[in-house]
């Protein structure tokens, strides 16, 4: 039979690994939209612009956002 603590304890561990995980996809999130910047500016700067490529990287950078703010949510409750 578990006690309270160990039930509280591993009710603990449950939360903190839940937001490590969150925190690991914010970063992942984050650092995919720093990447799609830097192509983004190198594409503008190029005499011949792929201007579909470039609607996709902000359609990207817009998804990713949105799932950051979301999952940031998460962390408030």
């Known amino acids: 039979m578990t006690t ?5 304890k591993d009710e603990l561990i449950k939360a903190q690994k839940q937001v490590i995980g969150i ?3 914010v970063i992942k999130r984050l650092q995919a939209n720093n990447n799609l910047d830097e192509e983004y500016f190198r594409t503008v700067s190029k005499p011949d612009k792929d201007e579909d490529r470039l609607e996709q990287i902000v359609y990207e950078r817009k998804e990713n956002t949105k799932i950051v703010s979301k999952l940031l949510e998460q962390l408030e409750t």
């Open 4 to 8: 309270m603590v160990e039930q509280n």
């Open 23 to 25: 925190l690991f996809e």
